[in-house]
């Protein structure tokens, strides 16, 4: 599953590069994520509670940023399970600042996401759905949060 | 599966008050046939079932000046079988008798099918057309919303905490009109369909006096396509006029890949099997 999601934030690219920095703030902005912790390694852990209907689905699992540039390139990837239906994630995103002439940021975020077990079986027609309005929540949040 | 407390209250005031006590915590339970599986593949937790299964008073079809009462205890083998429903709203007891199998008819019931709100569903499609409303009944009182309010989303509808569905309100077709639901199943014939249509139509003279639309399985809930309706209402029935109508339907839908299809695909068959349900609803064939 692969989807991109554009947003203009009126804001720096130096500003909205230094909330990205702090994983736990940025991390906020996401709706569902419950908690967000830095390991010793410079990994991250958390759990994301995404809920379709009555159904609710809680993925925990390890978060690491691969690459971060002062240029706007951020890249990190993503393992995490569903313990109780069984299965997981795997995803890779991707997010690009590009500065505007106006003051403001145009960032560009892709994703890839795999489904594996009974997850990829049983939720991931919903959850699919459910992820790309997720990443545009998260961007606009993200453009609150730094504006 | 996960233990959970079962309640069965002898009456709607007592449910309802399990209900308020419980919150978030409590998942009201009608026929089971959808939350039971939900349930056994861990996509649904509940740590207080509130059954309805002795709750008097909620099972029964009544005719009231022009419209069905259905309580939404009245199982869909019922609504199917309905001497009464068959002479008032024939495509009513046809698209519940299309639900999955007998045995799964005899349990589940109409207001449980309605909470569900899977997109999927054989009646919803035909309940739009119809202009259908449902009671809902909480401590607070009763109100009715318009089906076409009521569904919000897959799995999602208007419900709202400590509320419980306690009839639907079917209004019968126009007279002189003509139902028709295609159920589009290339798997199994108990299945969900790839694409459920229903159509109904009126046409006098070769104009279309009226005409409803109702798409099944091809968005996040079940849609009625007035636009397709209003291209064809007052116009000359034709081969052409209806193909044109139909293949709108290809911008109105939003459908998902699963197992039954591609999105692409449910799309593709959209456009088809509203033309088919176009025509047999409007005559020409």
Not at chain 2, 11 to 34: F, I, K, P, V, Y
């Amino acid at each position: 599953m692969k989807f991109e999601h554009k947003v203009t934030i009126p804001a720096s690219r130096d500003a909205i590069n230094a909330v990205l920095h702090d994983v736990p703030r940025a991390a906020r902005c996401m709706p569902g994520v419950q908690e967000v912790n830095q390991e010793a390694d410079g990994s991250y852990t958390g759990s994301l509670r995404i809920k379709v209907g009555p159904m609710g689905f809680t993925l925990s699992g390890k978060m690491l940023v691969e690459e971060e540039s002062a240029e706007g390139l951020w890249r990190l990837t993503t393992e995490a399970q569903d313990r109780r239906l069984g299965g997981g994630i795997h995803a890779n995103v991707e997010a690009l600042l590009i500065e505007g002439a106006s003051g403001s940021t145009e960032m560009t975020m892709s994703a890839d996401i795999q489904f594996m077990g009974r997850l990829g079986e049983l939720g991931q027609p919903l959850i699919k759905r459910r992820a790309e309005s997720m990443f545009k929540d998260f961007a606009e949040n993200l453009r609150k949060e730094v504006s | 599966m996960r233990d959970f407390f079962f309640h069965a209250p002898d009456n709607l005031q007592e449910a309802l008050s399990l209900l308020n006590e419980h919150g978030d915590d409590a998942r009201l339970m009608a026929g089971g046939t959808a939350m039971m599986l939900m349930m056994k593949q861990s996509l649904l937790e509940a740590n207080h079932v509130v059954s309805l299964h002795k709750v008097p008073g909620l099972a029964y079809i009544n005719r009231d000046n022009g419209t069905l009462r259905i309580g939404a205890l009245t199982k869909h083998r019922d609504v199917e079988t309905s001497a009464e429903v068959k002479a008032t709203n024939p495509l009513l007891a046809e698209v519940y008798s299309r639900i999955a199998t007998v045995r799964i008819r005899n349990v589940g019931t109409v207001g449980g099918g309605l909470a569900h709100s899977d997109p999927a569903q054989d009646p919803q499609p035909a309940l739009l057309a119809l202009g259908a409303r449902v009671k809902i009944t909480s401590a607070k009182g009763e109100r009715e919303v318009a089906l076409s309010d009521f569904l919000v989303d897959y799995y999602e509808t208007a419900l709202e905490p400590g509320e419980v569905i306690t009839e639907l309100i079917v209004p019968n077709a126009p007279d002189g009109a003509k139902g028709v639901y295609i159920k589009y199943l290339p798997r199994t014939a108990d299945d969900y369909p790839t694409v459920g249509v229903a159509a109904i139509g009126v046409v006098n003279g070769g104009v279309c006096q009226d005409v409803r639309l109702g798409l099944g399985a091809l968005a996040p809930t079940a849609l009625r396509a007035t636009s397709v309706e209003d291209a064809l209402k007052g116009q000359q029935v034709t081969a052409q006029s209806v193909r044109q109508a139909a293949e709108a339907v290809a911008d109105l839908v939003d459908p998902l890949d699963d197992p039954r299809g591609s999105a692409e695909y449910k799309r593709d068959m959209s456009v088809v099997f509203a033309r088919r349900a176009l025509e047999q609803a409007l005559g020409l064939s």
